[in-house]
T-cell receptor
Framework: GESVGLHLPTLSVQEGDNSIINCAYS??????FIWYKQESGKGPQFIID?????DKRQGQRVTVLLNKTVKHLSLQIAATQPGDSAVYFC?????????????FGTGTRLQVTL | DAGITQSPRHKVTETGTPVTLRCHQT?????MYWYRQDPGHGLRLIHY???????DKGEVSDGYSVSRSKTEDFLLTLESATSSQTSVYFC???????????FGSGTRLTVV
């Protein structure tokens, strides 16, 4: 499949452990944030989102935390599984005039070891 | 991905030739986007559309043009392909700004 990043930061986690992937965003005016998962050869897939009026949001096995003071976003994956191995991107929404536009981070590769 | 298809999936073309990539959706979403993905750069926005015949530039629009003559199709054209446009191109759709994007499977373009 396509290489999404030859020199991505990599997080290696043992199966069953919890994973925490961090992201610093750039624009203090961003009002909506999303985490995407991208497997090799595929397009990014929506995982979870959070709006700027929230600090935390939980999904199935995933939790997103937002700290607007330091412009930091994190994705927590509970009981990490081999199928979680992928590249994870955070994205921030910046609304301007005609449409909102997502700006993506460069990604973090999650490797799950058995 | 359900509801959004990109064509072709792979293409090799020569420098200086025109290339058109197609994004087709069956979701009737208003917003459509073209991104390129390169190692070390993540996904960067090329152009987007907020309705039929309504398009605007993204952060890396030089050398690209787009057209949207109907809701379901968003075309990306490289008028004269260059080697720097070798990349994986993703189309995305969105119902509104309050929703995340749904991405297509991508087109790998190689300019030789």
């Amino acid at each position: 499949g396509e290489s999404v990043g030859l020199h991505l930061p990599t997080l290696s986690v043992q199966e069953g452990d919890n994973s925490i992937i961090n992201c610093a965003y750039s624009n203090s005016a961003s009002d909506y944030f999303i985490w995407y998962k991208q497997e090799s050869g595929k397009g990014p897939q929506f995982i979870i989102d959070i709006r700027s009026n929230m600090d935390k949001r939980q999904g199935q096995r995933v939790t997103v935390l937002l700290n607007k003071t330091v412009k930091h976003l994190s994705l927590q994956i509970a009981a990490t599984q081999p199928g979680d191995s992928a590249v994870y991107f955070c994205a921030e929404n910046i609304s301007s005039g005609t449409a909102s536009k997502l700006t993506f981070g460069t990604g973090t590769r999650l490797q799950v070891t058995l | 991905d359900a509801g959004i298809t990109q064509s072709p999936r792979h293409k090799v073309t020569e420098t200086g030739t025109p290339v058109t990539l197609r994004c087709h959706q069956t979701e009737n979403h208003r917003y459509m986007y073209w991104y390129r993905q390169d190692p070390g750069h993540g996904l960067r926005l090329i152009h987007y559309s907020y309705g039929v015949k309504d398009t605007d530039k993204g952060e890396v629009s030089d050398g690209y043009s787009v057209s949207r003559s109907k809701t379901e199709d968003f075309l990306l054209t490289l008028e004269s392909a260059t080697s720097s446009q070798t990349s994986v191109y993703f189309c995305a759709i969105s119902e509104s700004w309050e929703n995340g994007y749904t991405f297509g499977s991508g087109t790998r373009l190689t300019v030789v």
